[in-house]
């Protein structure tokens, strides 16, 4: 059981990875800094609500990945003989 929650963990960090360094979350801080520099209230609220959204979307997706991994297995852990 240890296993298959470190390899969920793991899962999840990479999930946590690959968001943060996704196009996604790039385009929301740039929005965010240029709309905090140049920008009126309106459009730099709006910015880091776009921000705010997309870490918090990234954040579900890993903690989604790291129970699924748990629920229903993974290939890279031998479940045999584990309860779930």
């Given at each position: 059981?240890?296993?298959?929650?470190?390899?969920a963990?793991?899962?999840?960090?990479r999930?946590?990875?690959?968001?943060l360094?996704?196009?996604?979350t790039?385009?929301?801080?740039?929005?965010?800094?240029?709309?905090?520099v140049?920008?009126?209230?309106d459009?730099?609220?709006?910015?880091?609500?776009?921000l705010?959204a997309?870490?918090g979307?990234?954040?579900?997706?890993?903690?989604?990945a790291?129970w699924?991994?748990?629920?229903?297995?993974?290939?890279?852990?031998?479940?045999?003989?584990?309860?779930?």
């Amino acid at each position: 059981m240890i296993e298959i929650h470190k390899a969920a963990l793991t899962r999840a960090y990479r999930t946590l990875a690959q968001g943060l360094g996704g196009s996604a979350t790039a385009t929301a801080l740039t929005a965010a800094i240029t709309a905090a520099v140049g920008a009126g209230e309106d459009t730099a609220r709006n910015a880091l609500i776009a921000l705010a959204a997309t870490l918090g979307s990234t954040i579900v997706a890993s903690f989604t990945a790291f129970w699924q991994g748990v629920a229903y297995g993974l290939p890279e852990v031998d479940d045999a003989g584990n309860d779930h």
